[in-house]
């Protein structure tokens, strides 16, 4: 597949998904005041409401605590690093973003995350590893599948979806409560077992529910970073090349913070999680397409 077609592909992909995520989001929340009252405008505003004020707070973490959560040091001069600005500012002009801040993590094992809300924004951090295992035109594949991070705004949709997983956790945690307080049943109705048992399992599975969506989305993104990312560095088989090579070291990154695990170029805590629960694609998934952009060119 051309890396057009592939990169709209997998837009669509994550239109769908988040669409899916809000709609689940008001559905929970509608159906709260729904079993108790049959009015499921006030559920909906109210999931509106703690959507919009977990987004609000999530957005207010900026990325130097992103960093120092990482333990990431700036570098600000060209001269500290000079083959690697160029390399970042070449590949922030051919996806046509302002040029992000640069980090770098002292950590053996080589990875890589991109931050900030917007391309103006933006930021890139490396471990040193990635630096001293890779070689030059591995490292521009990993940083361009970053910067293509940040030119996709997935940043911002990937705290969007975390926002709406604590909503839902939230929500379902009020409404368990709720239903099991009020005995789950309408002011003029009686009890019916059936729609409180319902009810009830649809609660308590709504945060995995939800966590597997964020989680879809996060995947679906990675897709779609690869294949920007190979169209940016214009080498698909390098950044193949570099995910075989971080996948086969079985070193955690030390440095990183669980909470940021998803932003990472590959899963820096290295656990083998089953396909439907992992922040991140199958690496053997990643390096076929991969190939097969190469190939399709």
């Known amino acids: 597949m051309p890396f057009k077609q592939q990169i709209q592909t997998n837009k669509q992909k994550t239109i769908l998904l988040v669409a899916i995520f809000i709609a689940f989001v008001l559905f929970i929340g509608s159906t709260i005041t729904y079993l108790r009252s049959e009015n499921w405008v006030s559920g909906f505003i109210i999931a509106c409401v703690i959507g919009l004020i977990y987004t609000g707070i999530m957005i207010a973490s900026s990325t130097r605590m992103v960093m120092a959560m990482n333990h990431a040091t700036e570098i600000d001069h060209p001269e500290q690093h000079p083959y690697l600005w160029q390399m970042i500012q070449r590949l922030a002009n051919r996806a046509e973003i302002p040029m992000p801040k640069i980090y770098i993590i002292e950590d053996n094992s080589p990875n890589a995350f991109a931050t900030g809300l917007s391309p103006q924004k933006g930021a890139v951090a490396m471990t040193t590893g ?82 597997y969506i964020r989680l879809a989305i996060s995947r679906n993104r990675e897709y779609l970073a690869d294949a920007s990312g190979a169209a940016l560095c214009q080498n698909p088989l390098a950044l193949a090349s570099a995910l075989r090579k971080i996948s086969g070291i079985p070193i955690p990154v030390q440095a990183a913070n669980p909470s940021s695990a998803s932003l990472y170029f590959a899963d820096p805590l290295k656990k083998q999680l089953a396909a439907l629960f992992s922040t991140h694609p199958p690496v053997e998934e990643r390096v076929a397409r991969l190939e097969a952009l190469y190939h399709n060119r």
């Open 130 to 211: 990635l630096l001293h295992l890779l070689d030059q035109d591995e490292v521009e594949g990993v940083l361009a599948h970053e910067i293509a991070h940040i030119k996709n705004y997935d940043v911002r949709l990937a705290t969007i979806a975390i926002s709406l997983v604590s909503a839902v956790a939230l929500l379902s945690n009020l409404g368990s409560q709720f239903l099991i307080f009020s005995g789950g049943h309408r002011d003029d109705e009686r009890q019916n077992p059936l729609t409180l048992i319902i009810s009830l399992l649809m609660l308590f599975l709504a945060p995995l529910i939800a966590t």
